[in-house]
């Protein structure tokens, strides 16, 4: 149920004007935001001020569900509306507006934030909103309230003349968004989706901003890091710029980038990192003891979504019917421009394709069907996560099988490129976009490349079954070896000794009792970087025998082996193939 608190002032109303972006009388939806500051809250006030529709009835969006976030509506405190009758509606997010044919509405509300404390290392990233003493990260989908207009598409947001100001922010503040940064009036003419899928920050944040292939850049972050930040910014600069060359785009839009220290509560072992890519921007979200190269790896990842899916166009619901797509491959691509550009060497390249495979191979929900992963992916963090991993084998599979096919003339790249280019086109010559499923991309593949897709995409993608690793899949100079690897095992019930504060379910002779753990002993808090990796040590705190802390370190292995395939460069890698293989990622 949405509940409405108090009034605002007509006064304040009288303040906010709309320009029409076309310097005249515009035949789009109307819209403007201020952002408000408002001294002594745990909120940011919002007024939204819209014409209209022409039949008397607009429906109103508040956010719902998004990134893995439930009821973010629950983050809305509405105030008032001004200008027409309300009426609830069957869904918790939408409110139905009765008006005057093309009036002028006004929603004031506030916006709060539904969680306590500072955002932490939890293992989920803080898209909901943030509102400190000291500052205030937004995302649009989380915070703003959207009108749903009749020219728009029932499912889908359209073009509209849109404002955003600021007001009433402290001086000494930092100010940014998507757009622009500082308190000066925004205004564009486009799709409503830069400002709902947009990034909004203010506070002590440090600002930098600088120049590339042409656009400007800036990069917001808070707190204080270990490594130098204009290291990091560089690294970021030379992402961006890859993927840019690599899509043969530039933008005169700017980007921004933000960067978020996560409270470890008081452990500094325990590190964390995580992201989400939004229109002309992306969110960082990180403890301080994450290392500097891991950035690169995390900001490739987000800054690939700009293309996949960004620039493709709009996915059919659910959405995480094709996160192999929209995840998996978004990783296999992220890893391979990092090559081209130079960022990483072959070793490097192999490294991270590597870390994937042993991911992919040891995961839980290894096997699971299509029906299985959408009902359970935003249940299961194994589940969600195996279809990066998933994605990422069926992206290497198809680019090593079309490599062959074309006789070395076709690569996943030049697929992904001419079938962007294509779509480009549609926009360019007035037609829609068709909504993109599995079976359109499928049917891409199938129509234009490769006859055989459709086998593949019943027995890996609606079967579930396991991409095997084959020699010649992650390019001509790497071999597929069988590597032998011990068992990940913590060697105790994690989740029960948690509860109970003590060592419980300890395995007789396992990884923990090796160590030197008892059943029973207190237990004080764990930190484990890498959850499922055997070759990534353990820390627990428990109490010695005089209930002193301690902390026992261990590698979480059983005495059992399993056998999981890795690349590897020919030792030596004469100077002749490594050439042949950077040429054949270049195609």
């Known amino acids: 149920m949405i509940r409405f608190l108090g009034r605002i002032g007509l006064a304040a109303l009288a303040a906010l004007t709309l320009v029409s972006c076309g310097g005249g009388q515009s035949q789009l939806p109307q819209m403007s935001y201020t952002l408000i500051y408002q001294v002594g809250t745990s909120s940011v006030g919002v007024n939204l001020l819209f014409t209209g529709d022409r039949d008397g009835e607009t429906l109103l969006i508040l956010p719902g569900d998004w990134g893995g976030e439930v009821a973010l509506y629950n983050a809305i405190r509405l105030n ?11 869904a918790p997010n939408e409110l139905l507006l009765n008006h005057e044919p093309g009036a002028w509405i006004t929603v004031n509300y506030d916006i709060t934030q539904d969680w306590q404390g500072p955002p932490s290392a939890n293992g989920r990233n803080p898209y909901r909103p943030i509102i400190q003493a000291d500052y205030v990260h937004l995302i649009g989908w989380a915070a703003l309230v959207v009108p749903q207009f009749d020219a728009w598409s029932a499912d889908w947001n359209g073009d509209a003349d849109v ?3 600021w007001d009433g922010w402290p001086e000494s503040w930092t100010i940014a968004d998507n757009i622009a940064t500082g308190v000066e009036t925004r205004q564009f003419t486009g799709d409503i ?5 947009g990034l909004f920050v203010a506070g002590d944040f440090t600002l930098t901003e600088s120049d590339v292939d042409g656009a400007p850049f800036r990069f917001a972050v808070r707190g204080d890091w270990p490594f130098g930040v204009a290291d990091l910014i560089s690294n970021i600069e030379a992402v961006v710029q890859a993927q840019r060359d690599f899509w043969g785009e530039t933008s005169e839009n700017a980007l921004l980038v933000t960067l978020i220290p996560l409270d470890t509560g008081g452990d500094d072992r325990n590190t964390s990192w995580g992201g989400t890519g939004l229109v002309d921007s992306f969110a960082l979200f990180a403890t301080t003891n994450t290392p500097i190269e891991q950035f690169q790896i995390l900001a490739s990842h987000e800054f690939m979504h700009r293309w996949i899916m960004g620039a493709f166009g709009r996915v059919a619901d659910p959405e995480e019917a094709t996160y192999w797509f929209s995840e998996g491959f978004t990783d296999y691509f992220a890893t391979l421009v990092q090559l081209r550009a130079g960022l990483i060497d072959l070793q490097g390249f192999a490294d991270q394709n590597n870390a994937a495979i042993a991911e992919y191979y040891r995961s839980p929900v290894r096997g699971a069907t299509h029906a299985e ?3 359970r992916a935003w249940l299961d963090a194994n589940m969600n996560r195996y279809s990066y991993l998933h994605g990422r084998m069926l992206a290497a599979r198809w680019n090593a099988e079309l ?5 070395g003339t076709i690569s996943l790249a030049d697929f992904m490129r001419g079938w962007l280019s294509d779509r480009r086109a549609i926009v360019a010559d007035g037609g829609t976009l068709e909504v993109i499923d599995t079976d359109v991309i499928v049917d891409q593949f199938t129509n234009h490349y490769y006859s055989r897709i459709g086998s593949d995409a019943r027995q890996f993608i609606t079967d579930g079954e396991t991409v095997p690793i084959e020699q010649g899949m992650f390019g001509p100079c790497f071999e597929v070896h069988e590597v032998n690897f011990p068992v990940y095992e913590i060697g105790l019930d994690l ?8 060592i419980t379910g300890l395995v007789p002779g396992g990884a923990a009792a090796r160590a030197g753990l008892r059943e029973g002993q207190r237990l004080y808090g764990y930190s484990i970087s890498q959850i499922g990796d055997p070759t990534s040590p353990v820390t627990i705190f428990v109490a010695d025998n005089t209930g002193a802390q301690i902390q026992v370190q261990y590698l979480p292995q059983s005495e059992m082996m399993e056998t999981i395939p890795q690349i590897a460069l020919p030792d030596p890698l004469m100077p002749s193939v490594r050439d042949e293989c950077l ?5």
Not at 80 to 90: F, H, L, P, Q
Not at 403 to 407: E, F
Not at 495 to 502: E, F, G, K, R, T
Request: hydrophobic share 45%.
């Open 80 to 90: 008032s509306i001004i200008g027409a009758s309300v009426s609830e509606t069957t």
């Open 583 to 587: 040429a054949s990622f270049a195609r």
């Open 495 to 502: 989740d029960a000794s948690y509860q109970a504060q003590a």
């Open 373 to 375: 992963f959408i009902e």
């Open 163 to 165: 404002r955003l100001d």
């Open 193 to 197: 989706n830069r400002l709902q899928a």
């Open 403 to 407: 490599m062959v096919v074309s006789r």
